[in-house]
């Protein structure tokens, strides 16, 4: 694997907002890489697939779809030996289609129960000979012929296969895709606000939570933590869930909060109920901006966990983790900071993305954004690309063990 890339991330969405899995591709300085040289796709397929993969628990991202650039001669290749074929989708350009092995290859990629996406074919042209072999189609969206682009493959509602709608860059466009049958979209559509929604402010589970964070801020005794937490049984059952879950990492299951207490401490704790806190959101954009939110907060840790003293480390959870609060509770970031209690390192890196949180923050979103900022981000940080690219993954599996 080249050292000067980066993985960048992109969610596959339903209409619904739920995640279905993420498109991972190479950023170079400059962005995303246009071309990948086929040594990439395989360096990316096979480091994924090791990642993802393993000896005793198996594939770690069961359930989760993965897109990935491939050729022909990358389905040949060992490249893809530690993936998951019924959990990944390859996809392969035009260019590639001409390739003399291209229909064997793909039929092969098939049989082994692997996905296939064929991205800007000509429908009407030679390449409609490969659209019964193949799972799943990309739909470009782009320009000023949007209407045009959208009545096009409108036909395409009919067949059975999947398709996928990239470049699709306003809320209007998204919802006029959704309304033709659209089967998912990639992108970052849903960190920009949407026109018209409400601001709801905290429910009542989100204004218990931030009672209960307030009280283990203080130390509060734990016989009062569980009479908050008797109000709601199911809030009760769903944290327990959450430290129970395989990525903690506990050798025993826990049994009631006095019990986590007494394994874990109050500052562990904390993590949790910032979990909580953004699982009990009910807007719109909940399902999207929640699994993004925990898998941000995971990676700014394991980024700071190598320069930072432990505290200190699962400090960068918590502000990785509220760095979407705002948008999961529909209030700006300043009155959601006037709510919590946090420390002036942590909101500091909420307000600004500056002080000794922020630089880690802004590496973890540069890496959903392929802006080519991954690199700059890095090197001030003196992290090197491979060590980046190991806390994505990680922080990935790690969400998926929630089980969310």
Not at 123 to 148: C, M, N, V, Y
Not at 296 to 308: M, N, V
Not at 354 to 380: H, Q, V, Y
Request: charged share 20%.
């Amino acid at each position: 694997m080249q050292d000067i890339n980066f993985i960048s991330r992109e969610p596959l969405l339903d209409p619904s907002l739920r995640v279905l899995g993420y498109d991972l591709s190479w950023q170079g300085a400059d962005g995303y890489l246009s071309q990948p040289s086929e040594s990439d796709l395989q360096a990316l397929a096979a480091f994924v697939g090791e990642r993802f993969h393993h000896a005793e628990r198996g594939y770690l991202m069961a359930g989760t779809t993965i897109f990935l650039s491939a050729t022909p001669e990358t389905m040949r290749s060992g490249a893809l030996a530690g993936l998951s074929p019924k959990d990944t989708i390859l996809m392969i350009d035009r260019v590639d289609l001409g390739e003399a092995s291209a229909r064997d290859d793909i039929k092969a990629a098939r049989v082994a129960g692997f996905g296939v996406m064929l991205r800007d074919v000509d429908l009407a042209g030679q390449d409609k000979a490969f659209l019964p072999l193949s799972t799943h189609i990309e739909i470009r969206f782009g320009g000023d012929d949007f209407p045009a682009q959208a009545r096009l493959y409108a036909a395409l509602k009919q067949s059975t296969m999947r398709m996928v709608g990239r470049g699709v860059h306003t809320w209007q466009e998204y919802q006029s895709c959704s309304t033709l049958g659209m089967d998912a979209f990639v992108g970052n559509l849903y960190l920009t606000p949407r026109p018209g929604a409400i601001s709801k402010g905290l429910n009542p589970a989100q204004a218990m939570i931030l009672q209960l964070m307030d009280m283990v801020r203080k130390n509060a005794d734990v016989r009062q933590l569980e009479g908050v937490l008797k109000r709601d049984a199911a809030l009760s059952y769903k944290l327990l869930r959450y430290i129970n879950s395989a990525g903690f990492g506990l050798g025993t299951e826990i049994q009631s909060l006095r019990h986590a207490v007494t394994m874990l401490g109050y500052s562990p704790l904390y993590r949790w109920l910032s979990v909580l806190l953004a699982s009990a959101s009910t807007g719109s954009h909940s399902p999207v901006l929640m699994q993004t939110a925990i898998v941000r907060g995971r990676f700014a840790e394991l980024l700071g966990q190598s320069f930072l003293p432990r505290g200190e480390a699962e400090n960068l959870f918590v502000a990785g983790m509220f760095s979407l609060l705002d948008r999961l509770l529909g209030i700006p970031m300043a009155e959601v900071l006037d709510s919590i209690q946090l420390s002036e390192a942590v909101s500091q890196a909420l307000l600004t993305r500056e002080g000794i949180f922020g630089p880690f923050l802004l590496l973890a979103e540069a890496c959903e954004k392929g802006n080519g900022a991954a690199g700059p981000l890095a090197d001030a940080l003196f992290i090197s690309a491979s060590q980046v690219n190991e806390a994505h993954l990680a922080a990935l599996v790690w969400a998926q063990s929630l089980k969310l």
